[in-house]
């Protein structure tokens, strides 16, 4: 973890943020929870601070840009959190510490365990040094992927995308929805999509289908 700019007074904490439940128990699927949580309100709060004219629905928007699991794995890469990654053997030979969903939850259970390991001021900080930059860049005019999906596929004449709730696990206060997301032109693409509930799921979906065509036309 030469990347995590935070230093842990218990090391065990981060340890944990990076066992995956295939490694068995215990592992971070409850600071995950805690972190998703924790996430969301820092953001919010960024965001509610940065664009003081912004409607609900506009900073809703926003944060979806930022807190999805495409741009968490993003984060996570940075700090190079998947070198760390304890995994189960399925998931080691398959490749998880590449996988966006697993590297995203390790983000968020990382972000828990700096909260447990100090308080919310430190873990807010800690957060705040990540996301500033991310939060300056992003445009406050964006609409959601989903509406940016549709809306670039009407202008071309081509079919919409369609979505299909693959998976839903968890307990019901921390469901967690897993959706793909499939379009037929420009290309055949199909990008997989994960959230807190089946609308946040399909956003994670078309974002992922939006970066892969712009890759492609890149």
Not at 127 to 139: C, G, K, Q, S
Not at 140 to 168: H, I
Not at 211 to 216: A, G, K, P, V
Request: proline share 3%.
């Amino acid at each position: 973890m030469a990347k995590l700019t935070y230093r842990f007074r218990d090391p065990a904490l981060a340890q944990l943020a990076l066992t995956h439940r295939s490694a068995g128990k215990p592992n971070n699927e409850r600071l995950e929870f805690l972190g998703d949580a924790l996430l969301g309100v820092i953001v919010a709060e960024m965001l509610y601070d940065a664009h003081p004219n912004a409607s609900e629905g506009e900073l809703s928007r926003l944060r979806a840009q930022l807190v999805n699991g495409q741009a968490l794995a993003v984060v996570a890469r940075e700090l190079e959190l998947g070198d760390d990654l304890k995994l189960g053997s399925g998931e080691l030979k398959s490749g998880g510490f590449r996988r966006d969903s697993i590297l995203a939850d390790a983000f968020e259970a990382m972000v828990a365990a700096v909260y447990q390991d100090s308080d919310f001021d430190a873990c807010r900080n800690w957060v705040r040094e990540l996301f500033d930059e991310r939060i300056a860049a992003i445009p406050r005019s964006s609409k959601d992927a989903k509406t940016r999906l549709q809306e670039w596929l009407q202008a071309k004449g081509w079919p919409l995308p369609q979505y299909e709730l693959k998976d839903s696990h968890g307990e019901d206060h921390a469901k967690t929805f897993d959706v793909t997301c499939a379009i037929e032109e420009p290309q055949a693409l199909v990008a997989e999509g994960r959230g807190g509930s089946r609308r946040a799921a399909e956003q994670d979906a078309a974002e992922s289908v939006l970066r892969q065509l712009q890759e492609s036309r890149s």
